[in-house]
Nanobody
């Protein structure tokens, strides 16, 4: 399974970005998720969505971020609104296929104050 992320970049505080992650190599994808890792910090779960579309979010991003998926395209999205400087991190796509975790290469999101 290969994951290709896109959509990261530099944005001012209060702005928006949309991340995309396309998975190839398997159609049997269960959960899809976005994690992030800021410099000097551990990687943390940002949002996760099950195969039937049920989402859950880290408290720090609730009401600001929305995760969605298009099963026909094997794609997961992360719409990020009202971005804050503390959202600055490398964002990683993660999918689960037959119980195995796969990770993307990461995309940088930088939010300036």
């Amino acid at each position: 399974v290969q994951l290709v992320e896109s959509g990261g970049g530099l944005v001012q505080a209060g702005g928006s970005l949309r991340l995309s992650c396309v998975a190839s190599g398997s159609s049997f994808i269960s959960a899809m998720a976005w994690h992030r890792q800021a410099p000097g910090k551990k990687r943390e779960l940002v949002a996760r969505i099950t195969a039937d579309g049920s989402p859950n979010y880290a408290d720090s991003v609730k009401e600001r971020f929305t995760i969605s998926r298009d099963n026909a395209k094997n794609t997961v999205y992360l719409q990020m609104n009202t971005l804050k400087p503390e959202d600055t991190a490398v964002y990683y796509c993660n999918v689960v296929v037959w119980g195995h975790n796969y990770w993307g290469q990461g995309t940088q999101v930088t939010v300036s104050s």
